[in-house]
């Protein structure tokens, strides 16, 4: 799956990513199409809320240009009324994800909030070359969270190969994760 090979140099093809030049260290780092793909919704910048996250982390960054990282991802849990304390291990467990599933608005309250916090996370890697260790377990969180069946089964339907290429996805954002 071409998506999925080690080597790929978005600086190759493009310029810009959504008007941004990206660091150096994030081409090296994210060396995978996937993660460049904007039109992929199955991929980390390939739907709105992903792009609009992006966009408001560039903002933050102007607005707050000496402030640490962690300050954006209490400021995205604040406007869902959710504090850093909140957003923990409970968050990944099956019955957490059943209780959201079945009680409330699924994309609104887990999708959206996924995708803002990754899109956040890898916009710093982005940016700046580098994700803070301070936010790294907040973005895994949201990873490994996207990578439950229910999840999946939820966003995907019965779609097999979707879901299988989205957990592919996922696994390497971990990989780069790590490597960030």
Do not use: H
């Not at 890697?125 to 973005?139: C, H």
């Amino acid at each position: 799956m071409e998506q999925l090979e080690k080597g790929y140099n978005y600086l190759e093809n493009n310029n810009y990513f959504f008007g941004e030049i990206p660091d150096k260290r994030a081409i090296q780092v994210a060396d995978y199409k996937f993660f460049w793909d904007t039109s992929d919704e199955l991929s980390p910048f390939g739907c709105e809320e992903a792009y609009i996250a992006f966009c408001e982390l560039c903002n933050w960054l102007i607005d707050n240009p000496n402030a640490p990282i962690i300050e954006c991802f209490e400021w995205i849990l604040e406007s869902w009324d959710l504090e850093l304390d909140d957003f923990n291990d409970d968050i990944i467990e099956s019955d957490s994800i059943l209780r959201i599933i079945q009680d409330m608005d699924f994309y609104e309250e887990l999708m959206s909030l996924d995708y803002t916090i990754i899109s956040t996370g890898f916009g710093q890697l982005i940016l700046q070359g580098k994700i803070d260790m301070d936010v790294k377990n907040i973005i895994q969180l949201s990873i490994l969270r996207q990578m439950n069946s229910n999840v999946l089964d939820n966003f995907l339907g019965n779609n097999i190969e979707w879901k299988y290429v989205r957990y592919l996805y996922l696994q390497k954002l971990l990989e780069i994760l790590e490597e960030a």
